[in-house]
């Protein structure tokens, strides 16, 4: 059974940061792909970050140079570090991976507003 659990949302004010985590279960974490989606409100649902096996990266182009993704293997676990956050990064921040099937994580809200 396959388990993607996100923590590390919150509110937090323009120019802070937070960190996400991403706990995974019933994977091969190892050499799995992993990736951050995002959806705000009346929006679609779209890529933030992925990382892949080898650890190599890319991200959205609204976040690129402010937030970073990585990876624990020994806690099979994926993080989303966000920096320099803007009001407009406000949303719910879902982990994902590929196994056969698409899975997803329940999210975990981002409010960024003063």
């Known amino acids: 059974q396959v388990q993607l659990v996100e923590s590390g949302g919150g509110l937090v004010q323009p120019g802070g940061s937070l960190r996400l985590s991403c706990t995974t279960s019933?994977?091969?974490?190892?050499?799995?792909?992993m990736c951050w989606y995002r959806q705000a409100p009346g929006k679609q649902r779209e890529l933030v970050a992925r990382i892949t096996s080898d650890s190599s990266t890319d991200y959205g182009g609204s976040v690129k140079g402010r937030f970073t993704i990585s990876r624990s293997i020994a806690k099979n676990t994926v993080y989303l570090q966000m920096n320099s956050l803007k009001p407009e990064d406000t949303a719910v921040y879902y982990c994902n991976t590929w196994a056969g099937t698409n899975y997803w994580g329940q999210g975990t809200q981002v409010t960024v507003s003063s």
């Open positions: 019933g994977i091969i974490f190892s050499i799995s792909t």
